[in-house]
């Protein structure tokens, strides 16, 4: 089985994903992680070369495409934000792959909030955080709407609601192997 994890920005994919490939025993891939390395380069500059969200949509389904075939089953891949559902939609009817759309509030995600310097070195900062919080609520709140309509068809939900990591990867954990008796 191939676990696919959406969701937006902040929300958890790839620390409850790793969890959940470690419980499983799945292998596990950041989409993020795996575009780094394919260009050589840091997401900062990924994002400098393509601009448009469409092209880096492109770029990013033809990797997540790739991961999949070459990697075989069993694996957990998160996959970072693509705002255009025709670009993954095909995946989420290939036979095997089972997504999942991880959901939290915008006030936890605001709370998971990190930011990452021109290398991609993680950082917090929670004055600026807070300094800028009606802003990052906003851009929040218009990510979880915007991207209702791109998860659409993603049929199993997870409302996180804070959860820890531990509770939420063992919880999908538990889902799963319910959809694998199926």
């Known amino acids: 089985m191939i676990i696919l994890i959406f969701g937006i920005s ?11 490939a470690d419980k499983l025993n799945y292998s596990f891939f950041d989409l993020d992680d795996e575009i780094k390395k394919h260009f050589h380069i840091t997401l900062e500059q990924f994002m400098k070369e393509n601009p448009w969200t469409y092209e880096r949509g492109i770029i990013k389904g033809k990797i997540l495409k790739n991961i999949i075939h070459d990697n075989g089953d069993d694996m957990v891949i998160a996959v970072s934000p693509i705002y255009y559902a025709r670009i993954i939609n095909d995946l989420l009817e290939q036979e095997g792959v089972v997504a999942v759309e991880l959901q939290d509030t915008e006030e936890h995600i605001f709370e998971r909030l990190v ?3 021109e290398n ?10 807070e300094e800028h919080k009606d ?39 538990m889902i799963s192997e319910k959809y694998l008796r199926e």
């Open 10 to 20: 902040n929300v958890g994919k790839t620390e409850i994903g790793k969890r959940l």
């Open 115 to 117: 930011f990452s310097d």
């Open 120 to 129: 991609d070195n993680i950082y917090e900062d929670e004055a600026y955080k």
């Open 135 to 173: 802003y990052y609520m906003k851009d929040i709140h218009e990510d979880i709407v915007y991207m209702k309509k791109v998860f659409k068809k993603i049929k199993w939900k997870y409302f996180i609601d804070n959860k820890s990591i531990e509770q939420a990867s063992e919880e999908l954990m």
